[in-house]
């Protein structure tokens, strides 16, 4: 039996679920999200305990699967909407920048031209500075992508490091060329 999926999900009391059909609501006090399971899963929210448990049909492969899947989904739901989700970037280089104007973030990282990314809705984006990257959500997964869309914009390079990055990540540099006599 999937370890992840039998753990019931505990709900903080400024946190509302409903469930109708396949489809369940987490609203709570930074927002609200939705998901639809899969039709093979079954949800329960009980109101005395105030948890969420995922149950499964059977054991086949595909079930199996889908039980820790749909569990961490909702466990991420119903902690997005008590604290949101965070990822910080940094950009390091000479000359590198970013800018944010009217929902769109503008990186300049050593291209000809700038680089343009429209802030998805539901998405917060800060520049405390120039060369850091703040992006809050309530939604893990949206949160995670766009984080990931714009470190894929110039990650970083392992000889002089210089790109955009996740703080705190270690980046291994390498030594380059050794001239010979």
Aim: net charge positive; glycine share 12%; hydrophobic share 40%.
């Amino acid at each position: 039996m999937s370890r992840v999926g039998k753990k019931p999900i505990p709900v903080a009391a400024n946190v509302e679920i409903t469930l109708k059909d396949q489809v369940i609501g987490v609203k709570g006090p930074h927002g609200e999200l939705s998901f639809e399971c899969h039709a093979n899963m079954a949800v329960a929210f009980d109101e005395g305990s105030r948890e969420v448990v995922v149950t499964r049909p059977d054991d086949t492969r595909q079930n199996r699967a889908l039980h820790g899947l749909t569990r961490a989904i909702i466990a991420n739901m119903v902690q997005g909407v008590q604290t949101p989700f965070e990822k910080k970037l940094e950009i390091q280089g000479v000359g590198y920048q970013a800018t944010l104007a009217g929902g769109v973030l503008s990186l300049q990282v050593g291209f000809a031209n700038v680089i343009k990314l429209q802030v998805p809705q539901g998405v917060n984006c800060e520049l405390p500075s120039g060369t850091l990257i703040i992006i809050r959500s309530v939604d893990k997964h949206a949160c995670g992508q766009f984080a990931a869309n714009i470190r894929r914009v110039r990650p970083p390079e392992p000889y002089k490091g210089k790109g955009i990055r996740y703080q705190g990540e270690v980046v291994r540099r390498k030594a380059g060329k050794s001239f010979g006599s």
